[in-house]
């Protein structure tokens, strides 16, 4: 895990969608930078996942509706940080990472930073969940024009861009609407390389053909909405490019 005994920059809230999480919560919440605040929303768990967080210093949010978007969705209306991360918690990605994600954003550089995902380890991303991935990035360059090669869960923003798109799906398409809207607005989207590891315990989607099926099925739909107006653009000064 990254050391950030000595970072100073700019704090945020960290949103952590969670469904019976208990054997990874201990290490992720570990990894949250410290002054920062870990938002764990229970989306239904049965193993105790969140009186376990709760334990570990964690704000702790109830989504009784089921879906990745709805716990995200919970979370980001939740926070109250000038800045929003998502980060899943199972494990997979190091929470520690996420400051020179906000960094970026503080800059300039970004408006949408998303952590372009690189295994290591055996089966960390079964190949089933890398196809479907690329099979998604390419229609999503075809739909916006970015080129981007993951839709991984990891990434920062304001959250004021945030609220803006007007999220309004509460599955597996979540992450990508998030992208296409925040394309849509004018938003600058990037990617950064992080390194992505073996889950902690079963995957509730891109552990078997039919949850990753499910998931691309989420996501085509919705690269096949209209273009949303949303208005114009967050106008950012005095940044560099």
């Avoid at 300039?108 to 089966?123: A, H, K």
């Avoid at 078997?208 to 273009?227: F, I, K, N, S």
């Amino acid at each position: 895990m990254t050391d950030l005994s000595d970072y100073s920059g700019p704090r945020a809230d960290i949103v952590l969608p969670c469904l019976d999480e208990t054997g990874a919560l201990p290490g992720v919440l570990s990894a949250i930078p410290r002054g920062w605040r870990a938002i764990v929303v229970d989306n239904g768990s049965t193993d105790g996942s969140a009186e376990l967080a709760r334990s570990l210093g964690a704000t702790v949010v109830h989504e009784p509706q089921r879906g990745f978007g709805a716990a995200c969705q919970a979370g980001l209306l939740a926070a109250e940080a000038e800045f929003v991360c998502f980060c899943d918690c199972d494990g997979s990605l190091d929470p520690g990472l996420l400051p020179g994600f906000v960094r970026r954003i503080a800059d300039g550089e970004s408006d949408l930073l998303l952590g372009r995902r690189r295994p290591e380890g055996r089966g960390a991303w079964p190949l089933h969940a890398r196809a479907g991935n690329l099979a998604l990035a390419r229609l999503l360059r075809r739909r916006t024009g970015l080129r981007l090669h993951d839709l991984g869960p990891m990434r920062a923003a304001r959250r004021a861009d945030l609220l803006a798109l007007g999220l309004t799906d509460r599955r597996s398409g979540y992450p990508l609407q998030m992208v296409v809207r925040a394309s849509d607005a004018g938003l600058r989207v990037t990617e950064t390389d992080v390194p992505y590891l073996s889950r902690t315990g079963k995957s509730k989607v891109t552990g078997t053909w039919r949850g990753t099926w499910h998931a691309v099925r989420d996501m085509r739909a919705v690269l096949a909405e209209p273009p949303v107006r949303l208005g114009e653009p967050t106008v950012r000064t005095g940044a560099s490019r």
